[in-house]
């Protein structure tokens, strides 16, 4: 029978009836549906006997336990982008669709991690967990990982190196006049070990925007595959989707030129 239940909450509301059954913990933890106690409503106009009482109590362990699940896994999935992957929302995107095939895109993950009483919460996958586990799990990408961690230490404490802020908004950065002739002067210029930071910016931009690129073939490819649409459909479901996909932004201040206004963005 169906359920209304947040995580560790003290009661639980059943959907066919309506009633708010009271949920009485015996222990610290609950690893079964003998764990719990379930205490129908004061004033409930119907008398449940132990026996329905036994039975809701074994649909309201299996909505529980799928929420232990949801928990656990969005706990997983929030600590890998956090720690190895620096928080990038963009790059795990584009992790999870290259391995799993799937497509994904940075609102899917917000809405993967938002706690399930919140209405853009969606249910987090376990392939999504393990498409980011194996590819951590590989040497050459760890390796990939910590020069880019400890590329942004270095950027974020060195005046020398411009700073870079990495975005996902729509919107480029307005170019400021001469901006190519003085970034052509600043490699001219640029001293030996100043140069391998440099390469390393310009690796990091050129992999963003093909990561992007990669997801928009893909999202592109998928949808005008998909069966049983025609034209306007498919113009439309591209569309939305196209608007789901956020090409990276780098702001690079070097004193002269600015970022484009922000007004009317959406701030995810």
């Known amino acids: 029978m ?16 309506g009633e708010e059954f009271g949920i009485h913990y015996v222990g610290a933890t609950v690893k079964s549906s003998l764990d719990f106690e379930l205490v129908p409503p004061a004033e409930s106009a119907r008398a449940w006997s132990q026996a329905e009482i036994d039975e809701l109590r074994e649909g309201l362990w299996a909505v529980m336990r799928g929420e232990f699940e949801q928990a656990s896994l969005r706990s997983k999935l929030s600590a890998l982008i956090k720690n190895p992957l620096v928080g990038d929302y963009y790059q795990a995107a584009d992790v999870i669709s290259r391995i799993s095939g799937k497509y994904v895109s940075q609102k899917t993950i917000q809405a993967w991690l938002a706690d399930s009483d919140k209405r853009s919460s969606r249910k987090c996958p376990e392939w999504a967990v393990e498409a980011l586990e194996d590819y951590l799990a590989e040497p050459e990408n760890q390796k990939r990982l910590r020069d880019l961690v400890n590329y942004y230490k270095t950027t974020a404490s060195a005046a020398s190196v411009p700073a870079m802020e990495a975005r996902t908004e729509p919107s480029a950065a307005r170019p400021s006049a001469g901006g190519g002739e003085r970034r052509q002067e600043e490699w001219r210029s640029a001293s030996m070990a100043a140069l391998p930071d440099m390469v390393f910016e310009m690796e990091q931009r050129m992999n963003a925007y093909m990561s992007y690129f990669n997801q928009a073939i893909n999202m592109i490819t998928t949808t005008v595959l998909e069966e049983d649409r025609d034209l306007v459909q498919i113009r439309r479901s ?17 004193g002269d030129s600015a970022p484009a206004s922000q007004d009317g963005e959406n701030q995810d």
């Open 238 to 254: 591209l569309r939305d989707r196209l608007g789901e996909l956020q090409a990276p932004r780098f702001f690079f201040y070097d």
């Open 2 to 17: 169906p359920w209304k239940y947040t995580l560790s909450s003290t009661h639980a509301t059943h959907i066919d009836t």
